[in-house]
Every structure is written in C-alpha cells, then in structure tokens.
C-alpha cells in the first residue's frame, strides 16, 4: 500500500520561509516523477513543482524561482522548501506521485497517481 505523508505546514509571514516534507511509504521516490500541488479554498488545484528520477526539476509559472523541490532518496521524503512567502501562497499543500519515472513538461494533476492528505501552509501579510 503506497502511502504519502506530508508535514511541516504552519503559519508564517509574508517573506518569511518554509519547509513542507513527504514521507513516502510503499514505493520508491527514486524510481518515479514525484510533485507537489497545492489547492486554496474555492480555487483549482494548481501545479506547484515537479522532480523527474534523476532530480531534474521543473516548476508552475508562479513560483518564479522562490520555491525548491527536492529528493532524499535515502529517506524516500521529498521536500518543497518555499521562499518569499506571499498571501496568496495560502493553500493546502499536498505530495503526489506518478509510477513513471520521468514527468510530463506541464505539472498536473491527471498524470499522478498517488497523493498524500495534504498540509495547510498559511502566509499572513
């Protein structure tokens, strides 16, 4: 049973930082495409960042190099570490992960297969 658990949401201000981890249970992060999403109240869920199997990363147009994923494959926990905070970064932060080891060029929703409950990440101004 493959399982996605994430922490490390809080609250912060705006321009402050924060790191949200995943740790993954029942399938190997080395192997496959992970990615982070995020979703605020009465919005879609939107791409956040995604990491091929070999660390190649690529990110939703509105991170504008403030936020970094990463791997530890040795742990099998991915991190998104966020920087330059604002409010609208307010949403819940979910992990997500796909069987196939390389992503798709866009991050979305439809090509993941496995998905974590999410951790709340609020930015006050």
């Known amino acids: 049973q493959v399982q996605l658990l994430e922490s490390g949401g809080g609250s912060v201000q705006a321009g402050g930082s924060l790191r949200v981890s995943c740790v993954v249970s029942?399938?190997?992060?080395?192997?496959?495409?992970m990615g982070w999403f995020r979703q605020a109240p009465g919005k879609d869920r939107e791409g956040v960042a995604q990491?091929?199997?070999?660390?190649?990363?690529n990110y939703g147009e509105f991170v504008k190099g403030r936020f970094t994923i990463s791997k530890d494959n040795a742990r099998n926990t991915l991190y998104l570490e966020m920087n330059s905070l604002k409010s609208e970064d307010t949403a819940m932060y979910y992990c997500?992960?796909?069987?196939?080891?390389?992503?798709?060029?866009?991050?979305?929703?439809?090509?993941?297969?496995?998905w974590g409950q999410g951790t709340q990440v609020t930015v006050s101004s």
């Open positions: 990491s091929n199997s070999d660390g190649y990363a």
């Open positions: 997500a992960a796909q069987s196939l080891p390389y992503c798709q060029p866009i991050v979305r929703a439809d090509d993941y297969r496995y």
């Open positions: 029942g399938h190997a992060i080395s192997g496959s495409c």
